[in-house]
């Protein structure tokens, strides 16, 4: 028979590999938000480079909000990036 500390120890283990596997799904979480950061600042990059070329004052800077705003909103956050700077 189980006794009074074994369940208890039960209960603990079951616990920890639950919040185990929350840990490491958040961990895919945050990845995901650094690689899109990554990707949004360089595509602004890229764009921004286009536009200079073609002459037209329209970029957007790259700075700690510009790649957090991107990193939350994805390919549509550059989207209203740009259509802010053209429209300020």
């Known amino acids: ?4 500390m074994d ?6 283990g079951v616990t920890g590999i639950i919040l185990l596997i929350i840990c490491i799904k958040k961990i895919g979480w945050i990845l995901r938000m650094i690689a899109r950061g990554c990707a949004g600042a360089a ?3 890229t764009i921004n480079t286009g536009l200079a070329f073609a002459e037209m004052p329209y970029g957007v800077g790259i700075n ?3 790649i957090g705003f991107v990193s ?3 390919l549509p956050g550059i989207g209203v990036l740009y259509i802010l700077a053209f429209f300020l």
């Open 1 to 4: 028979m189980l006794e009074a």
């Open 7 to 12: 369940g208890a120890w039960i209960i603990l």
């Open 43 to 45: 595509l602004i990059y």
């Open 64 to 66: 700690q909000y510009t």
């Open 72 to 74: 939350f909103l994805g």
